[in-house]
């Protein structure tokens, strides 16, 4: 039985029990010698689904990356497990490129990483070269970068919609992080690979808490957030160069270990930055967002946006750097206004509107991230065409209660003060003049108003959050250029004349956050063994000459301080110790736990350990949950409709659509059971419309609440997009 070879492998050689998503899918399909596109998160683990195959197949598998700076790491990772692997990229000298190809000319190697134009060099003769003996799969990592729709888009990638017709025999294995569909579509046509087998699994990165803190004294705020979390690291992103040196500089001064990277930097600069954030010797990187393509450190615990990103694609892409490892990690973002105005300014993509627009759109749906007040994962997912429940639990406004209240009085004291000061003011000088301040600031004319200092019970938070939502509810707008003032609008006559009632929305509760999306790590584990055993990890990596996380994760020191292992059969049940890894640490690792049990009396509690298939047993549904379609598709075809379904599921209709959908490739489901017909060609129009776009979000925002979620994939279905 092939799996169960390929879980002998996934335990001795890499030392994890179980796999993870559609991993076993996909080797199985690459073992079947099928093509395959394989959808997961950053941190996912796309990796074992080409590595796995690449030790059971006879002959090489071939790694194409984009990412030369990652391929010595990914190379020394295998090595560590055992592996022979390999890489080819033009940062080589050219001795050690000999060195490589007589190691695959003696057939020693079995996964090598190669750049796209290194495999593509001169006149094909590399490619020669890999036909004079056998390749037996070909991985096309990060293979967005195919498509000229996607974010990332690489033209040498293009010239690798040849390798099919050079090697019709070897199977693709294609692997993306990206939700995009038409990038998807693209990848398939691009790779000329269209029948392969597409595995996509959510996107949800369930151990990342998102938080939004209104934007004010960041400093402050930042530096309490980062006082709470000296041993963690971490990515602050800024806007520009300026900002990343100063804020840097500030930290080192207050005494965090915190370093500038950003593309003003020379290139040894960076190098070495990087390099010891990556060693963990600097804990916080304080960057643009040049820094972090093709980071994949898998212990960044939290990921700061001091200033907002320009869409929701780059938000989720820089805070998916958090957590790869799958523990407990965060995501803060710092949100005002103020950063929303001042990135119009740069949204303007000069002399094509069409683009421009587009820009404009992803900035605003940006800016109501921003805003929100409900479940900040449930947008995200959303935003990706992804369906979820309405609570995460693991959001701040899930932690959060809101009630709406009759805020008419407020409104009429804040656009009283917008109009008393002539419609010229800003928004943080009309606070705090209805706040009565005595600042410097504020203008002696101004103080001899009557409005002056009536709002002077309300706090200043919840002032900047009321004003926000009349801007939001068009009682009040905002001018554009450096110093936005507020103005009034046709609505707000109304409101000043008593005729109109404003309602309001203020936080009445808000509960403690638990680690609720972490993996089933035991919270409990003995934190001062986890920094010993972090120590010693940090020898052996400085010694061996890689990042501490190449030699364990951190899951695999907080599993040892938690199971507290006492031989090496017990060593071995630690998740990500290996054969190889428990040879050439293990022992080491063991002495300093026994030491540790010695010193507190501690026993093992190996047997605590539960290993994952078995907590499932029981449960045959699967994790990505394959028979709640069929559950959905069955009641479908015995005449329920959708809504009906959605009752008795005790789901919701938008649920019911995603499972429908999926069985429009096979014929069972037809495009007129999901979407009317008149529906269908103002979607069709709506998507072709965006097709630079990298999600369905802005399709949906532009179609409006006529049109689900469920009607747009079902289209979308139609015109060969898979899910
Ligand atoms: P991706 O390339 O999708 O971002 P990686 O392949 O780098 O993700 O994997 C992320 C992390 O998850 C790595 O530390 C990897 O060792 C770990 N991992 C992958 N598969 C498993 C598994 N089945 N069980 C436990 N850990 C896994
Ligand atoms: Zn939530």
Known sequence: MPITRALEILKHQFGYDDFRMNQQAAVECVLAKKDCLVLMPTGGGKSLCYQIPALMLDGLTVVVSPLIALMKDQVDALRLNGVNAAYLNSSQEASAQQEVIASLRNGDVRILYVAPERLLQGSGQFIDFLKSFRVSLFAIDEAHCISSWGHDFRPEYTQLGRLKGWFPDVPVIALTATADKLVRQDILEKLHIEHAEVFASSFNRANIFYRVEPKRDTYSQLFDYLDKRRNESGIIYCLSRNSVDALAADLRNDGFSALAYHAGHDKAKREKHQELFLRDEVKIMVATIAFGMGIDKSNVRFVVHHDLPKNIESYYQETGRAGRDGLESEALLFFSHGDVQKLKTFAEVEGNAEQTDIMLGKLNVMAQFGDLKTCRRKFLLQYFSEDSADKCGHCDNCLKTFERFDGTIIAQKALSAVYRTEQRMGLTYLVDFLRGAKSQKMREQHKQLPTYGIGADIPKTSWLAYFRELIEQGYLAQTTGQYPALVLTEKSRDVLKGKTIVELVKVVDEVARSGLGADQV??????????????????????????????????????????????????????????????????????????????????????????????????????????????????????????????????????????????MASGEVVLNDLVSTEKVEPIKQAILQFSGSSAIGPIKQFLGDQYSYGEINAVLATMGVVR
């Not at 990890?537 to 030699?551: G, K």
């Not at 110790?577 to 428990?582: H, I, T």
């Not at 539960?610 to 009641?635: C, H, Q, V, Y």
């Not at 075809?637 to 599921?649: C, D, K, T, V």
């Open 522 to 663: 035991v919270q409990d584990y003995f934190r001062d063994l986890f920094e010993r055993l972090k120590v010693v990890r940090t020898e052996f990596a400085r010694a061996d000459n890689v990042p501490p996380y190449v030699i364990f994760s951190d899951v695999s020191l907080i599993e040892m301080a938690t199971y507290l292992p006492q031989d090496s059969e017990q060593m071995l049940k630690i998740s990500g110790v290996g054969d190889l890894k428990f040879e050439k640490y293990g022992t080491e690792c063991l002495r300093v736990i026994k030491d540790y049990c010695e010193e507190n009396q501690l026993e093992s509690r190996i047997e605590r350990k539960i290993p994952k298939r078995e907590r499932k047993a029981g449960t045959r549904r699967s994790s990505d949950g394959s028979n709640t379609f069929e559950i959905s598709l069955s009641m479908f075809q015995q005449g329920a409709s959708i809504s009906q379904i959605a009752i008795e599921r005790k789901l919701s209709p938008n649920t019911i659509e995603a499972h429908l959908v999926r069985y």
